[in-house]
């Protein structure tokens, strides 16, 4: 143990050492980077928003883990200075595309320039047979340093097949009746919608999603026309085995891009407001609430809800 307890702290050495190093080396413990007039934070920012072709402030926060008030505060001076333009999302308004404004780009451009120099100034002093050595290191450190990548979702989403409404009618009376106490009634309710949608149904317009999970369904929804402007969502379901594995937003994030496909200007939904959990996934997918009413339905009094998605 205290071999290894040694060997640890020798690695944790190495690596300050060789950090300390190479910052130094590489110049950026001055205030500027590259004789710019820009911070080695404020580079990297300005590279991202030039490389990415239009992006959001808390991509650039997820993706640098930099604090959000700090990566603000750049932005804004950027901004200020004429830099970086703010722009609302064509398909959100609340999304706000960061890009560079044409003195951005010019800004961008020598930084990238000078950047680029320093390199070929440091590689410039050193054999040409150690290129190749300093490079394949830096990719080493790169690749064991690299976060291994997400893994796949451990679901996978499916159209409808005969059967699965079947499925979908047993699912929903089964586990309504056993989470809320809800009656019969609402399992014909569920029979009802989905009789229509097979004998209506409109496959450029309407469309049926089922997760699969280790080769069993495992979730469901329905996109339905309501109108040509509006598109209706039905019967979210997520079976209680596979929650918290993020289906239920996928299946509503499928529901979403396929009615911005089809044309449609919004999507509303009809719930109730004990349903807690879907209320979490459709909040969290963009939608308000604009109606609700009190109603005696399956054998309970409930606060029925509309929530609203402009597209």
Same mark, same amino acid.
């Given at each position: 143990?205290?071999?290894?307890? /040694?060997?640890?702290?020798?690695?944790?050495?190495?690596?300050?050492?060789? /950090?300390?190093?190479?910052?130094?080396?590489?110049?950026?413990?001055?205030?500027?980077?590259?004789?710019?007039?820009?911070?080695?934070?404020?580079?990297?920012?300005?590279?991202?928003?030039?490389?990415?072709?239009?992006?959001?402030?808390?991509?650039? !926060?997820?993706?640098?883990?930099?604090?959000?008030?700090?990566?603000?505060?750049?932005?804004?001076?950027?901004?200020?200075?004429?830099?970086?333009?703010?722009?609302?999302?064509?398909?959100?308004?609340?999304?706000?595309?960061?890009?560079?404004?044409? %003195?951005?780009?010019?800004?961008?451009?020598?930084?990238?320039?000078?950047?680029?120099?320093?390199?070929?100034?440091?590689?410039?002093?050193?054999?040409?047979?150690?290129?190749?050595?300093?490079?394949?290191?830096?990719?080493?450190?790169?690749?064991?340093?690299?976060?291994?990548?997400?893994? =796949?979702?451990?679901?996978?989403?499916?159209?409808?097949?005969?059967?699965?409404?079947? +499925?979908?009618?047993?699912?929903?009376?089964?586990?309504?009746?056993?989470?809320?106490? +809800?009656?019969?009634?609402?399992?014909?309710?569920? %029979?009802?919608?989905? %009789?229509?949608?097979?004998?209506?149904?409109?496959?450029?317009?309407?469309? !049926?999603?089922?997760?699969?999970?280790? &080769?069993?369904?495992?979730?469901?929804?329905?996109?339905?026309?309501?109108? =040509?402007?509006?598109?209706?969502?039905?019967?979210?379901?997520?079976?209680?085995?596979?929650?918290?594995?993020?289906?239920?937003?996928?299946?509503?994030?499928? !529901?979403?891009?396929?009615?911005?496909? %089809?044309?449609?200007?919004?999507?509303?939904? +009809?719930? /109730?407001?004990?349903?807690?959990?879907?209320?979490?996934?459709?909040? =969290?997918? &963009?939608?308000?609430?604009?109606?609700?009413?009190?109603?005696?339905?399956?054998?309970?009094?409930?606060?029925?809800?509309? +929530?609203?998605?402009?597209?």
């Amino acid at each position: 143990m205290q071999a290894q307890t /040694n060997d640890s702290e020798d690695a944790v050495q190495a690596v300050r050492r060789f /950090n300390r190093f190479y910052t130094q080396r590489i110049g950026v413990l001055t205030d500027r980077l590259a004789a710019s007039p820009f911070t080695l934070a404020e580079a990297r920012v300005m590279y991202e928003v030039a490389t990415r072709g239009g992006t959001t402030a808390a991509e650039l !926060c997820r993706d640098l883990g930099m604090d959000a008030g700090y990566l603000s505060r750049i932005v804004r001076r950027f901004a200020d200075a004429g830099l970086v333009e703010r722009t609302p999302a064509a398909d959100d308004g609340r999304r706000v595309i960061l890009s560079l404004t044409p %003195a951005g780009e010019d800004a961008f451009a020598a930084l990238d320039e000078g950047s680029r120099r320093e390199v070929r100034e440091m590689l410039g002093r050193l054999p040409s047979p150690d290129h190749a050595r300093l490079t394949a290191a830096m990719e080493t450190i790169e690749r064991v340093l690299r976060p291994a990548p997400a893994p =796949a979702e451990p679901f996978t989403l499916r159209s409808h097949r005969p059967g699965d409404m079947g +499925w979908m009618i047993h699912r929903h009376g089964v586990l309504y009746a056993r989470e809320y106490g +809800w009656d019969e009634r609402f399992e014909a309710l569920v %029979a009802e919608i989905a %009789a229509k949608f097979i004998q209506d149904l409109d496959p450029a317009r309407e469309r !049926c999603w089922l997760a699969e999970r280790d &080769g069993q369904i495992a979730g469901s929804v329905f996109l339905v026309r309501a109108s =040509a402007e509006v598109a209706k969502l039905r019967l979210l379901l997520v079976e209680p085995s596979a929650r918290g594995l993020g289906i239920g937003g996928r299946l509503v994030d499928e !529901c979403i891009r396929f009615a911005r496909e %089809a044309g449609y200007g919004k999507v509303t939904l +009809w719930t /109730n407001s004990v349903l807690h959990s879907a209320r979490k996934i459709y909040e =969290a997918a &963009g939608f308000r609430l604009v109606h609700e009413e009190p109603h005696h339905s399956f054998g309970h009094d409930l606060v029925g809800q509309t +929530w609203q998605l402009d597209l």
